[in-house]
């Protein structure tokens, strides 16, 4: 009976299946189809996502439901197209749910990044969509975006038992943060740190191991690690499968359809990069922020500052996206169920 070698077993695998042994794995798509190639164990989601799924006539289903839930909800035609939208985020999510044995990640609007209140609502609204489907809130993370309002607002969704994924991060400050309001996960953005690398110095070019957004990353990851804050860390926004691989032992990493397809075409061998035991000796400093250290040490950092305000604008333009092509299909609906029309 023949024997494979380790080593000549770790050739035969795909990279991404030894990443699988390192690191969660999560499905950065709205698209039902790469889920079920990829098998993630968890989805995210975001606006920029679901309105480019929902212009795939595979979902436009989903789009109707909303609709209709949209217009029973009665009410002004912009309480009807927050009905409509919130339903949408949510549809999404429950076919989602249908195909990963984890959580998914539904977005709380940007356009609320800087009112507190306004973003506990929206959650709290959210998760009650979740529960009126049948489906438990530990099966949720709400999504936020990592202002001070941000985090404050997911410090009180944790302490009520709503578990909170806090997105475009991008500098320790806002890191430390959410460590210290006992959010559920964190989403640093390494691509966008690097975009921003690329074009506002002389160097165009990183390797994976020197990338300022897997620099970022792990020395997160390593803080945490180091002082046993309960917050996991998930890696987002790569450029490339390099970066990935640069950060293998990461708590998970969420990845688009065309990087897992990379890596799922890779045979090159994948090591464990970030690990508990190395994080415990590194010389990090345990340090406390309030507000004011807060937003000073984030503004020190212009990286973080830009490309926070940059993701807001943008997830804020998609949902108004979203929104226009719901508006336009409201008044349609209802033109059609006020008249005589039929198919």
Not at 109 to 128: C, H, T, Y
Request: some cysteine.
């Amino acid at each position: 009976m023949s024997t494979v070698s380790p080593d000549k077993r770790r050739k035969m695998e795909s990279a991404l299946n030894q990443l699988k042994k390192h690191t969660v794995v999560v499905a950065d798509t709205g698209d039902f189809n790469a889920i079920d190639e990829y098998k993630p164990q968890d989805a995210t989601t975001n606006p920029s996502l679901i309105l480019a799924a929902a212009k795939m006539p595979a979902y436009q289903h989903l789009v109707d439901q909303a609709i209709k839930y949209g217009i029973s909800k009665g009410g002004t035609d912009e309480e009807q197209v927050a009905n409509t939208m919130d339903k949408l985020f949510v549809s999404f999510g429950l076919e989602i749910l249908k195909k990963v044995p984890g959580r998914v990640s539904t977005e709380v609007d940007a356009r609320l990044s800087f009112d507190k209140d306004e973003m506990v609502a929206k959650a709290l609204k959210l998760i009650s969509l979740y529960e009126e489907a049948g489906i438990g809130k530990e099966r949720v993370l709400i999504k936020l975006s990592s202002t001070w309002e941000g985090i404050q607002a997911g410090s009180w969704e944790e302490k009520h038992g709503v578990h909170c994924n806090m997105t475009l991060l991008f500098s320790f400050a806002q890191a430390v943060a959410c460590a210290e309001a006992k959010v559920t996960l964190i989403s640093p953005f390494v691509g966008r740190i690097l975009d921003w690398y690329k074009e506002n110095t002389d160097q165009k070019s990183y390797e994976p191991h020197e990338d300022p957004g897997v620099v970022s990353v792990t020395k997160i990851f390593n803080y945490y690690k180091k002082f046993g804050y309960s917050t996991v860390v998930m890696g987002a926004s790569f450029r490339n499968t390099g970066e990935v691989k640069a950060l293998a032992g990461c708590d998970l990493l969420t990845i688009s359809p065309g990087l897992l397809a990379e890596l799922s075409q890779d045979h090159s061998t994948v090591s464990q990069m970030l690990s508990v035991d190395k994080a415990k000796s590194c010389d990090l400093e345990k340090i406390h922020l309030d507000e004011k250290d807060f937003r000073w040490q984030h503004n020190e950092d212009r990286m973080a500052v830009e490309k926070l305000s940059d993701g807001i604008r943008k997830f804020a333009a998609d949902a108004i996206k979203l929104e226009t092509v719901i508006q336009v299909l409201l008044h349609i609906y209802t033109a059609i169920s006020t008249s005589n029309w039929r198919p």
